[in-house]
């Protein structure tokens, strides 16, 4: 017990900071309850829907107003404007007004009737993925079962029943089946990595603010002197009431996602409450290696804030990691929030057995000891010196 009171010593007066300084107050308890708030309500619809398009009708039939009407149906997308010709729909494009433009051209319904080919035009803004798929997709969509009921009217005409004429127009159907968010939900997707993302940003920052603040104002030796002589006491006494912390945040940010924004759970609630845990002591692991790599406070933010954001880039959400360069693939391996947000998504969404989670748990425990195990000498003489080599 004895040995316990220097860290407990420290940790009260961790406590205490926490609630004194505006910095952390609003790192620890504001931030990370305003990103649920955020993220959760900018989602909450799943899906994106009536994205602005501009029609330009050329033909003026009633086949073409026809065809408006059925893509203004879509739920993807919403007619709202008709401009006169295809340069000022182009003009609605990169004003940013509409995400895209279709073209119904001149004699339009006559060609069709003779049997002709005909082309409607669409142009869309494909620098907005989102925006501009979700308009492709609803396009294309309209326009194929527009050609669909064409096509199968003609053979009906010539006395072909519906059945045959249905098979004759698609004698292939494909049957899909989406093992993972069915409903196309961008919000399951999308907030599992973002509030996990900023949660994880939280934890770093917070944990290299408390032990920065200190080494800042050349208060090291005091600490070392509390604890006589141990790091170890200090580093449980100044991490311990964040990690208690933050675990609860973190319980909160999951019950958002998957109790009051009702995403789907399938796997192990445990699994991902270890992995929870791990990522918040990866993170500090990793904010205790930046500070003793770092010359001063200000360095060793910028480090843990820049490590913290480009693991998002890394963790596969905008871009797959298999399709990475092989270099870029292993540096993956080496953010927590990679192997957390798998975790994460193979327990709930996938609803996979533990075992294959284990990996991921494996390596998330491996990134718990290795950056505090090869900076301790480091910390240590740092926190000999008392102070970090430059005051900013």
């Known amino acids: ?26 790192l620890a308890i504001i931030l990370p309850f305003v990103s649920i708030l955020f993220f959760n309500t900018l989602l909450s619809e799943g ?37 006169l010709d295809q340069q000022k729909g182009e003009a609605l494009i990169r004003l940013g007004k509409a995400y895209g433009v279709i073209t119904i051209p001149k004699n339009f319904e006559a060609d069709l009737k003779s049997g002709k080919q005909v082309h409607i035009i669409n142009q869309y803004n494909s620098n907005l993925l989102l925006a501009g798929g979700l308009e492709y997709k609803a396009f294309r969509k309209v326009i194929g079962t527009i050609s669909a009921g064409i096509n199968i009217e003609k053979q009906r005409k010539k006395g072909v029943s519906m ?24 919000s399951y997707y999308l907030n599992t990595g973002f509030l996990t993302m900023f949660f994880q940003l939280f934890v770093m920052l917070t944990t290299i603010y408390c032990f920065g603040a200190d080494l800042k104002y050349s208060k090291g ?43 789907p759970f399938l796997g192990s ?13 990866a993170n500090q692991s990793f904010a205790l290696f930046f500070i003793a790599i770092s010359g001063s406070f200000r360095e060793a933010l910028t480090i843990g804030s820049g490590f913290g954001a480009v693991s998002l880039s890394f963790s596969g959400i905008t871009f797959p990691i298999f399709g990475m360069p092989e270099v870029l693939q292993w540096l993956s391996q080496v953010f927590p929030f990679t192997h957390f947000f798998e975790l994460l998504l193979d327990q709930s969404q996938r609803g996979f057995p533990v075992f294959y989670s ?35």
């Open 1 to 26: 017990m004895s040995k316990m009171k220097p860290s407990l010593r420290i940790a009260k007066r961790e406590i205490a900071l926490l609630f004194n300084s505006k910095s952390s107050f609003v």
């Open 47 to 83: 899906v994106a829907r009536d994205l602005p398009v501009a029609v330009v009708d050329l033909d003026h039939t009633a086949t073409s107003r026809n065809v408006i009407a059925q893509l203004d149906a879509a739920p993807e997308i919403k007619i709202g404007f008709f401009p």
């Open 163 to 186: 059945q045959q004429a249905l098979v004759n127009y698609q004698p292939i159907l494909a049957n899909n089946h989406v093992l993972s968010n069915p409903f196309t939900n961008y």
């Open 221 to 263: 030796n005091k600490l070392l002197n509390i604890t006589n002589g141990r790091l170890s006491a200090i580093i449980l006494g100044k991490v311990l009431p964040y990690t208690v912390w933050f675990l609860l945040v973190g319980i909160i940010t999951l019950l958002s996602m998957y109790v009051w924004q009702d995403f």
């Open 269 to 281: 609630k445990i699994t991902v409450l270890v992995g929870l845990l791990l990522l918040i002591l």
């Open 358 to 392: 284990l990996k991921s748990i494996i390596i998330l425990v491996v990134l718990c000891i290795v950056p505090i195990a090869i900076s301790w000498l480091k910390l240590k003489r740092l926190f000999l010196k008392g102070s970090f080599n430059h005051r900013i």
